[in-house]
């Protein structure tokens, strides 16, 4: 499928200093925004009371939570817990508030809203050490999956495109996490699983310009490397636009369709794969370029000469 048809190639490089600045100056306000407002943590780690209940009939999400926020607790996490009929509440922690009397609230709250008994299924307290876990746990795995890409990377093309490559990414994730930090939206599980889901994205569609560069060396002997890098950039933009527009449709209806707790899942991929094609194109190649890439390290080795190859046979 082609949306553009083009008869020379862009000069995406022209635009790498800007873009690279640009860059910069997007993760140096990214880190001030992490390290002055921080990251809006979810109850996932912050820990809190976890409060199962159960309805006789389907039970309305939009209306507990209306409900909940007249009480007090308009933070609440409402979710359906196995069916329609089971509803897990998620409450922040609360100083000088025992767990027994917001579980009482809750309850009493929900029975005298709702036409049907409402019954206590399971209240559970999770402490704060187990968010701070999974904080450590989150973290590693964005560092495991950078230094994976970056070792794979290495080993299928060259150093400098790796570098390239997991720089792009890094750039992708803490624009992000800034983007979090800036409007505040909370980062729970679901964002971390659309981070790591960012990462894996990003780094296919870097692969995908990665593979054109290396063909477009050996094809260009007399091009320069950024005219090489123009042509693999332009030759796969099509399948970068197509790709992104699909991904962004689906994410939009997930944005207006799929609920408050798929919210912020959505969000953070669709800013992501934003920057994401943005920093495939512009970042990647850039830095690589101005790392001094070049044909003779994108081409494989010579054979060694055989043994007696090139002598003249005696007579």
Avoid: C
Wanted: hydrophobic letters at 50%.
């Amino acid at each position: 499928m082609r949306i553009f048809r083009f008869t020379d190639a862009i000069n995406f490089m022209r635009f790498k200093w800007p873009a690279l600045m640009l860059s910069a100056v997007l993760v140096l306000g990214s880190f001030g925004l992490l390290f002055t407002k921080g990251i809006n943590w979810g109850l996932d780690f912050t820990g809190g009371t976890v409060i199962e209940v159960g309805f006789q009939e389907n039970a309305d999400l939009t209306q507990i939570r209306a409900t909940l926020a007249e009480r007090g607790y308009p933070d609440a996490v409402v979710q359906y817990f196995g069916s329609s009929q089971d509803v897990a509440i998620r409450i922040a922690p609360r100083e000088g508030v025992e767990q027994s009397r917001i579980s009482n609230e809750i309850l009493s709250a929900l029975a005298e809203t709702s036409e049907t008994p409402v019954e206590m299924r399971r209240i559970e307290f999770v402490g704060p050490s187990v968010g701070d876990e999974l904080k450590e746990q989150g973290g590693l795995a964005m560092l495991a999956a950078l230094i994976g890409i970056l070792l794979y990377v290495g080993m299928r093309f060259e150093w400098r495109l790796s570098l390239g490559a997991v720089l792009a990414l890094g750039h992708d994730v803490i624009i992000t996490l800034g983007l979090f930090s800036l409007l505040q939206l909370e980062f729970d599980l679901t964002v971390l699983a659309a981070i790591l889901a960012l990462i894996g994205y990003s780094i296919n569609d870097t692969i995908v310009v990665f593979d054109r560069i290396r063909e477009s060396f050996r094809k260009l002997r007399d091009a320069t490397p950024e005219e090489t890098v123009n042509d693999a950039v332009t030759a796969t933009l099509n399948r970068t636009v197509v790709t992104s527009l699909t991904t962004i449709i689906v994410l939009i209806v997930l944005f207006y369709m799929g609920g408050a707790l798929i919210h912020n899942f959505a969000t953070a991929l669709l800013f992501g794969i934003a920057i994401g094609t943005y920093s495939s194109v512009f970042v990647a190649s850039g830095i690589a370029v101005q790392l001094g890439l070049n044909r003779e390290d994108m081409l494989p080795p010579p054979p060694p000469e055989k043994e007696g190859e090139g002598t003249e046979p005696l007579l």
